[in-house]
């Protein structure tokens, strides 16, 4: 994989953006910031300096265009709208995270009107965005990148050179593989160590020293014990990954039982109405009332805080309305059984009066598992 090296940012440029969710907005603030000429359009109107009208609207005012929405369909609908509008003189950023296939037939809507197509998935969360310090995989033609360079530098602190159109998504997805899993193995290991008595904050002591540490545990570690699941990649977006790169397993023969038990949890998630928050939430069904919690039900404001991607041009869906607490949600939205401890037959650690709870638990999650069909 080849690194692009850096360049001066032209700020005389104006830099279109399509999608203010999470990633979004805070990448068009930056822009902002860097004196870059900046328009911006969503789904929903939002009150935000030069929103223009429709896609179309954009790609008249700017050469450069940015999509940061959420998945293969809101993709390749964008483009179908800007489609009729594109000229040579503009150059396309696919930011979304989708299936390869996806991305190469967006790249060949857009070039359709010979306008130049860069694959441009990310890495980083809000924060990055904010700073502009995201890392992009990009694909495309080594022309197009040259001039489009610049414009990715002025909201990120790598640009990582994959290939042609379609490769960078399968790093991306790939990356998310590794970052999904990550994380559940970090609740389950939580789970064990409240299980046994040991305080949780001695684990993320331990786990500094420990050489599977990374960005992602030192971010996502003192988030759960606070049960701050603020969104920075929600949990229905990382679903969509996690779907995609089973979608791909299937097509190639390939067993991928991490990602798939993964996937499970982050469906569970989705059932008790935890859609909208951090995929970190994963956690939620280990830690008990015991643990800190600082944000026990953070405030999701779930039509201004879409996850990494954007907002998805899609109809808004009941997980998606806002105010709506998950008791209001239906029987398969239950508040997640909370694990308080295990028991042993002859382990000596006074916890045998907590089994009984825990069996009749576990018998609910079944229960909840194989009324949804999963069972």
Request: with cysteine; proline share 5%; net charge neutral.
């Amino acid at each position: 994989m080849e690194r692009l090296a850096s360049t001066s940012h032209p700020t005389h440029k104006k830099i279109g953006v399509i999608g203010l969710g999470i990633i979004g907005r805070g990448v068009a603030a930056h822009l902002r910031r860097k004196g870059f000429a900046v328009f911006v359009w969503n789904r929903s109107p939002r009150p935000v300096p030069n929103f223009v009208g429709s896609p179309g609207e954009l790609a008249n005012l700017c050469d450069f265009i940015q999509i940061f929405v959420s998945d293969d369909e809101a993709l390749l609908q964008i483009v179908e709208q800007l489609n009729a509008d594109l000229a040579p003189r503009h150059i396309v950023f696919a930011h979304s995270t989708v299936a390869p296939d996806s991305m190469r037939a967006a790249a060949g809507i857009v070039e359709s009107q010979r306008a130049r197509f860069i694959e441009a998935s990310f890495t980083g969360s809000k924060v990055a965005a904010e700073k502009g310090e995201l890392v992009y995989y990009v694909g495309g033609t080594d022309t197009a990148l040259r001039e489009a360079r610049p414009i990715l530098e002025a909201s990120s602190k790598e640009i990582v050179k994959i290939g042609a159109v379609g490769e960078a998504s399968a790093i991306k997805i790939a990356t998310n593989m590794i970052t999904a899993a990550s994380v559940q193995a970090a609740a389950e290991a939580l789970a064990l160590v409240q299980a046994l008595g040991v305080p949780l904050e001695k684990f993320i002591e331990a786990m500094r020293a420990n050489a599977s540490y990374s960005t992602t545990l030192a971010m996502k570690l003192p988030k759960m014990l606070e049960r701050d699941f603020e969104p920075h990649f929600s949990v229905k977006h990382m679903l969509k990954d996690m779907e995609i790169a089973n979608q791909i397993a299937l097509s190639r023969y390939l067993d991928l039982g991490l990602t798939a038990a993964a996937r499970d949890q982050l469906v569970e998630q989705i059932q008790w109405g935890h859609g909208d928050y951090d995929y970190s939430a994963v956690a939620r069904k280990f830690l008990d009332d015991g643990a800190p919690a600082v944000h026990e039900e953070p405030q999701m404001e779930a039509q201004r805080e879409k996850s990494d991607a954007g907002e998805p041009v899609a109809a808004t869906t009941a997980s998606d309305t806002p105010g709506l607490e998950p008791q209001d949600r239906g029987p398969m939205s239950t508040q997640p059984r909370k694990l308080s401890g295990l028991s042993f037959s002859g382990a000596g650690d006074g916890s045998a009066h907590a089994a009984p709870p825990l069996r009749r638990r576990f018998l609910r999650q079944l229960l909840s598992r194989f009324s949804s069909g999963q069972g």
